[in-house]
């Protein structure tokens, strides 16, 4: 049973983890609405070292608004970016 | 809000990225074939995952990964990954390099990346 739901609302988190993450710089500490749950993956963060990743983690298409990302963002109010985002770097906003 | 610690140099989504270069560079044979090389192993058993590849570039330095292009960094990662597999050394490549490169009368500077017409 996936942790989110479509239209909950999410944060980023910011592991500090050094090494190959899946999260980009941008999105860290943002709040963004869980679009869908796209399935559950062996852990790319994992598999970029040659182990297993599992079990599967979660993934999400989440989508943020453009002028939450950028601050001198010009573009329509409802412009929103969507990015997929591992379980392990949300949580609950 | 406090600053991530972390953020890799190839991280740079957001960040000024300079003129986009529009012209068309059709590819070169080896790309195709490092890129070739490397599908082949991702399907054997996932020998070399693309996940790999990109820790693999991700961990270079900054200075090697600008200075390479993008297929140039996808054989430089899979040399790097093999020879961390103990599939195929390093030293074994760059032989092969220096062999084919005298074929053609030629020279490889393996420290600066440069291939010159040799001795």
């Known amino acids: ?93 | 809000m406090s600053e991530p610690p972390f953020r890799g140099y190839h991280d740079i989504g957001g960040l000024p990225g300079g003129p986009i270069q529009q012209d068309e560079h059709p590819f070169a044979d080896w790309q195709k074939l490092s890129e070739a090389i490397r599908g082949a192993l991702e399907q054997k058993d996932r020998c070399v995952s693309l996940d790999e590849i990109r820790r693999a570039f991700e961990s270079f330095g900054e200075p090697l990964y600008e200075t390479l292009g993008f297929y140039e960094r996808r054989a430089e990662a899979l040399t790097l990954l093999l020879d961390e597999k103990g599939l195929v050394e390093r030293a074994e490549v760059l032989a092969r390099m220096d062999a084919l490169a005298a074929g053609r009368g030629q020279r490889v500077d393996h420290a600066a990346k440069t291939v010159s017409a040799g001795q």
């Not at chain 1, 090494?19 to 852990?43: D, L, M, Q, S």
């Not at chain 1, 182990?51 to 989508?63: C, K, S, T």
């Open chain 1, 1 to 93: 049973m996936p942790r989110f739901q479509p239209g909950d609302t999410v944060r980023v988190l910011d592991l500090g983890k050094p090494g190959h993450v899946r999260i980009p710089f941008f999105v860290r500490h943002k709040t963004g609405v869980v679009e869908r749950h796209c399935g559950a993956y062996a852990n790319p963060e994992e598999l970029g070292y040659g182990r297993p990743g599992l079990p599967p983690i979660d993934l999400y298409r989440v989508h943020f608004r453009q002028d939450h990302l950028w601050p001198d963002y010009t573009g329509p109010a409802n412009d929103t970016l969507e990015i997929e985002v591992y379980d392990h770097w949300l949580a609950p906003a």
